[in-house]
């Protein structure tokens, strides 16, 4: 099982990036996915989570409002759509998986048990 994250840059403040993991080896469709982010010397912090529903989504009360979770099963790919950035949102975007229905623990990173290698967004 391989997540590959994808879609990050460099971007002015105030502005948008859609980010992308596509997993392989499992289907996003049977699978809780959720979005983290680290930077360097911090704790990896939460950002959103899609249950496997597709239907229950949860976000960080700091990201309500400017992102948005979604996903594509035809595609296999779940994104995270990012508006309104600011320079305290640069870090590492990390994508994660776990087979659980309603990934209600999804607010502890150490929940999650597959992870990518995270895509770079930096705004300055």
């Known amino acids: 099982v391989q997540l590959v994250e994808s879609g990050g840059g460099s971007v002015q403040a105030g502005g948008s990036l859609r980010l992308s993991c596509a997993p392989s080896?499992?289907?996003?469709?049977?699978?809780?996915m959720a979005w983290f982010r680290q930077s360097p010397g911090k704790e990896r912090e939460r950002v959103a989570a899609?249950?496997?529903?597709?239907?229950?989504?949860y976000y960080a009360d700091s990201m309500k409002g400017r992102f948005i979770i979604s996903r594509d099963g035809a595609k296999n790919t779940i994104y995270l759509q990012m508006d309104g950035l600011s320079p305290e949102d640069t870090a590492m975007y990390l994508c994660?998986?776990?087979?659980?229905?309603?990934?209600?623990?999804?607010?502890?990173?150490?929940?999650?048990?597959?992870w990518g290698q995270g895509t770079q967004v930096t705004v300055s």
């Open positions: 994660a998986a776990k087979e659980s229905y309603y990934c209600n623990n999804w607010r502890t990173w150490t929940y999650w048990g597959r």
């Open positions: 080896g499992l289907s996003v469709s049977d699978f809780s």
């Open positions: 899609i249950a496997t529903s597709g239907s229950i989504t």
